[in-house]
DNA sequence: GAAATAAGTCAAGACAATTGACTTAATAAG
DNA sequence: CTTATTAAGTCAATTGTCTTGACTTATTTC
């Protein structure tokens, strides 16, 4: 029917397919549930009592589930509850930030069980390919000597740095952030760790690690609002975190604001929330090695410099979050990032009362806004969530075929 | 494990969730491109063309897929192509406005066979319901007329009215949309027409009409701004409508737009960018039957009061468009809705130069704002497009077992 | 005319979930 | 203290759906 007419079309699935989700069903049912019984799970992915009995076993026997103490409880036979084996998988995770680079190794629940950082030298990829790569690779081997399993369970690296990707670059800073978005880095990787290679962005990652171990798990729609050096959303919709035609959703960083005056411009709102922003209001020096706790004291003081701009930035936040919930209507939004947790604080504080939206219902179960993770490693520990989430979450795109045969 | 305690987990698949998204992948292709034979099929779906065969036969014998003329072309046996039988399947969609209600039947390629409209009696649901499900009858009837398999082959209803849902009603106006929100609608429709029932808002409705049949054919992440009375967002994200928590995402008309001039206050969207406004812009009376007529005539003439609001509008429409390419990262921004064309048209020419956005990419292959439909039928078409895409396109949640077993 | 190429079919096989009867082990009731 | 009831979990056979590999058919190219 075609010549050299490209046909579009989604993939179809078989049983492998169909095994996949199962057995991704199950890991999740354990992560959300803690622990369950084969019979619980039977209950709860609609699967039968043998079904599950059959995948139970084949994932005891990858060592990615455990039995604990029989349960008694009420007529009829003891349950025997299983729950996930905590080192049944690793990952590593990557943050490739301004002036420095973390990686951090979790396991299959979410523990970080090495973190590692070291300072990029500028001049970009060039230079700091090595740095990088030579950094995982100690991560790798602290993480051999505290499980022998590790290589063999090692499901991916992600890495998270700051967005837009794949733009003309325009504008470049001395620590060449755009240089490492043109740079083949997932390739570089990929080829120098052996590993499958993910990318997000800062807020990506940030939404990932508080899908997997923080406040929005178990959700299906919520937004991370993450406060670093720009600002970003992380969108965590229908479960799965969602990326754009491009890999730039959530990039919201450009949005122009309401001029807060008359007579003022608009302005982006990364110009406006944003500790580069807040940098330039206090003026601080960005590079300066102990900027997060002089940060963290300020916040904690009475000095009126941040005081201002707390004010200011809450008002771009309290507008950001409303526009938030009402283009995605989330369960919840979460405010984290790179900022000291008191100023975090603050800051979600200063935002109170919250403009009205379409999320104020009684039915709420959440609060609108709550804080999540403003650990530096926060960003190092989604990038790392990720594949983790890649290889046992849910989804859609894991059920499809990849290969053709016949 | 569990008292009563209620267990999270999503649903597993199994041979019938294979099967059945084989068949909506198939479909799926069918419809994208139009025709196709087994053996593209095959390679496009990754399936064997063992598989293809069954189920193209299985498909034929629903009457869902029809063979056309063998192809000749180059070496080997010329193939059969396969095509979707326009009439294999059905839906009826429903449009509840302020003061009227539209009817439409379409096939399962999104030909609109059969229209009807009522006006709808002040008073809200209490009278109007049974105009409504009169008007449903009648069209149900009409399509009768065209199809002996119609009622056979009618797969649902799909409904799309203004939105917000689910909130607790504030202000309310004399055609009481709000009195339509809290009224068990789709209960009462399934009730009167045995029909399975669906419902969106009117921007939903018109991305998903895009989709079927517009410019979003096709397209896995678009974005429609539609103008109504209100003005609203319809969401396609990975090739899916997008609902949020609560099936209001996309609800834009409360966002807060930044003001025009020193010292204006900030102002909802819909207050700005919307007929409603161009209404009491122009002081004309919404009620007025030969609105639409007057609209077109106007937004064809160099009417400067019309002209002033074209300006002031396409300012906001211009931001608009800006965070959604920024917030979603689409593929293209549609631009619809139920203002006259001639007047859409005049709205995207003042819209340009758009202002700069992460979307401007050499590498763009549609354009970053399209103009859709503004047929007054769109949001019916969309509505009837609904149950369609529910009963054929392939998702996520059509694979997951629905009932338990065993 | 023979070789190459491609579409499509046939029949057997493989895989994974389902079914229904059964076993095991506890509490509740008499 | 015995028996009935309830629930967890297993066993073995079955079913549904996709895959496999060999085969047939039809066309073009050499």
Redesign the interface.
């Known amino acids: ?3 050299a007419r490209e ?9 492998e ?2 095994s996949a ?2 057995r991704r ?2 890991i ?2 354990l992560r ?2 803690g ?3 084969r019979a ?12 599950v009995s059959n995948i139970i076993e084949e994932l005891e026997g990858d060592g990615l589930v455990l039995s604990l103490d029989v ?1 008694r ?1 009420g007529r009829g036979q003891p ?1 025997t ?1 299983y729950k996930l084996v905590p080192d049944g998988a690793f990952a590593i995770g990557l943050q490739i930030d301004r002036h420095v680079t973390r990686a951090a190794a979790v396991n299959l629940i979410g523990n970080v069980l090495v973190r590692a950082e070291a300072n990029l030298p500028p001049g970009g990829p060039s230079r700091g390919a090595k740095v990088i790569l030579d950094l995982i690779e100690s991560v790798r081997k602290e993480l051999a000597t505290l499980s022998v399993q590790s290589e063999k369970r090692l499901v991916g690296l992600g890495v998270a740095m700051p967005g ?1 990707f ?3 670059i325009v504008d470049d800073d001395p620590w060449m952030m755009a240089a490492w978005q043109n740079f083949p880095l997932l390739e570089t990787l990929a080829a120098g760790t052996g590993l499958d290679v993910g990318l997000q962005n800062d807020a990506s990652a940030s939404a990932t690690a508080e899908r997997m171990v923080g406040v929005a798990n ?1 959700l ?2 919520a937004v991370c609002l993450y406060l670093g050096y720009g600002i970003g ?1 992380g969108l965590i ?4 975190l ?11 960083g ?6 807060r005056h ?2 003022e411009r ?1 302005q982006a709102l990364e110009h406006r929330a944003s500790l580069a922003s807040l940098y330039q209001h206090m003026g601080l020096d960005p590079a300066d090695p102990a900027l997060h706790t002089k940060l963290a004291a300020a916040a904690l003081s009475s000095e009126p410099s941040l005081a201002g701009w707390i004010e200011l930035a809450a008002g771009d936040l309290r ?1 950001s979050v ?2 938030i919930e ?6 919840t939004v979460i405010i984290c990032g790179s900022a000291p947790e008191p100023l975090a604080r603050r800051l979600m504080q200063a935002m109170d009362p919250l ?4 999320a ?4 709420r179960r959440l609060p609108r806004v709550q804080l999540g993770m403003t650990d530096p490693w926060a960003v190092a520990l989604g990038a790392a969530a990720e594949p983790i989430s890649r290889a046992f979450d ?3 795109s894991a ?8």
Chains 1, 2 share one sequence.
């Open positions: 029917m075609n010549d046909i579009r079309a989604k993939s179809g699935t078989n049983h397919g169909t989700h199962n069903v199950m999740d049912a959300l549930n622990s369950l019984s619980d799970l039977s209950r709860a992915t609609k699967l039968t009592k043998q079904t349960v409880k349950s509850p837009p794949g733009m003309d178990g299906d729609h959303a919709l229908n479960g799965e969602y990326n754009g035609a491009n890999g730039n959703a959530g990039e919201i450009m949005v122009l604001t309401p001029p008359a007579g608009h507008w409303q526009i009402t283009i995605f209507d989330p369960e403009l009205p939206s379409i104020e219902r009684r039915t849910p989804r859609f059920i499809l075929k990849t290969r053709a045969n016949g």
